[in-house]
C-alpha cells in the first residue's frame, strides 16, 4: 500500500496515457455517490451562507457589533469553502479529466486544483472562527468588564486576518510539499513515500481542526457556566 492510500482521496487521479487530452474516466457507483454528495453538500453550503449573508448585511445590525462581525466572517468563511468544494466535485462526478500540457502546467493543475488545498485550508479557517466566537463569548460572561474596554475594530481586524490565513497557509503548505506530479500522474498527498510526514500531517490536522478547538470550546463552556451559577447564588 503507498503512503498516498492512507488518506481518504476523493479526488480522481489522472491518466498519464491521455497526455495532455481530457478523457473519460470510469467510475463506479460508489464513486459517483460520493462525489454528488460532496458537491452537493457545495452548493447548499453556497447558497445557505449566501442567504445569511444578505440578511446579516441588509435586514440587521449586528455588523455594529463584535459577536455579530465575527459570525459575518463565518459565513463568508464557509461560502469561500464551498464555492470551489461544489466546481471541483461537480468535475470529479463528470468523470472528466482535463490534465493540462506541459510540465509546469500539470504541477500547477495537480498542486493548486487536485489536491483541494483551497476549500481543505478554509474548512480549518471555520473551526478558527468558531472558536474565536466562542472565545468572545467567554470574555462577556467571564471577563465582562474587560470585554466592554475591547477595540473593536482592531479585533475584527486581527481576529479575519488570523482567520483566513491560518487556514491558507495551511492548506497550501501541505497540498506543494506532498503533492507531485510523476510519470505524468498527479500523486495526491504521497510525501514522496515519507510515511512519517504523511503521518504528521493527518494528525495535526485532526488536532488542528477537531479536537483542538472542541477542547477549548468544552472548557470556555464549563468554565462560563460555573461562573453564571455562582452570579446567581449572589444573586
Known amino acids: 500500500m503507498s503512503t498516498s492510500d492512507t488518506f481518504l482521496d476523493l479526488a480522481p487521479t489522472t491518466d498519464p496515457t491521455t497526455d495532455g487530452v481530457s478523457s473519460d474516466i470510469e467510475l463506479n457507483s460508489l464513486d459517483r455517490f460520493l462525489y454528488v454528495g460532496m458537491m452537493t453538500t457545495g452548493l447548499v453550503g453556497t447558497f445557505g451562507n449566501l442567504f445569511v449573508i444578505i440578511v446579516i448585511t441588509k435586514f440587521t445590525k449586528m455588523t455594529k ?13 464557509d461560502f469561500m469553502y464551498s464555492v470551489p468544494m461544489a466546481v471541483a466535485y461537480m468535475v470529479f462526478a463528470s468523470g472528466v479529466s482535463a490534465m493540462p ?8 493543475y495537480c498542486r493548486l486544483f487536485l489536491t483541494e488545498w483551497f476549500p481543505w485550508g478554509l474548512l480549518l479557517s471555520s473551526s478558527w472562527n468558531l472558536l474565536i466566537i466562542n472565545f468572545e463569548r467567554y470574555l462577556s460572561v ?32 501541505w497540498a506543494q510539499i506532498s503533492s507531485y506530479v510523476e510519470d505524468g500522474e498527479c500523486m495526491l498527498y504521497a510525501f514522496h513515500g515519507n510515511i512519517q510526514l504523511s503521518q504528521t500531517y493527518g494528525l495535526s490536522w485532526v488536532l488542528l481542526a477537531y479536537f483542538l478547538p472542541l477542547g477549548v470550546t468544552v472548557y470556555f463552556y ?8 455562582i452570579n446567581l447564588i449572589w444573586i
Request: charged letters at 15%; glycine letters at 8%.
Open 65 to 77: 457589533r463584535l459577536s455579530g462581525i465575527l459570525i459575518l466572517n463565518q459565513s463568508w468563511v
Open 101 to 108: 500540457d506541459g510540465q509546469l502546467a500539470k504541477a500547477m
Open 142 to 173: 467571564v471577563w465582562p468588564l474587560f470585554h466592554k474596554g475591547l477595540n473593536i475594530r482592531k479585533c475584527t481586524i486581527f481576529a479575519t486576518v488570523l482567520v483566513w490565513l491560518s487556514g491558507i497557509s495551511y492548506g497550501l503548505f
Open 222 to 229: 464549563s468554565h462560563m457556566i460555573k461562573v453564571m451559577r
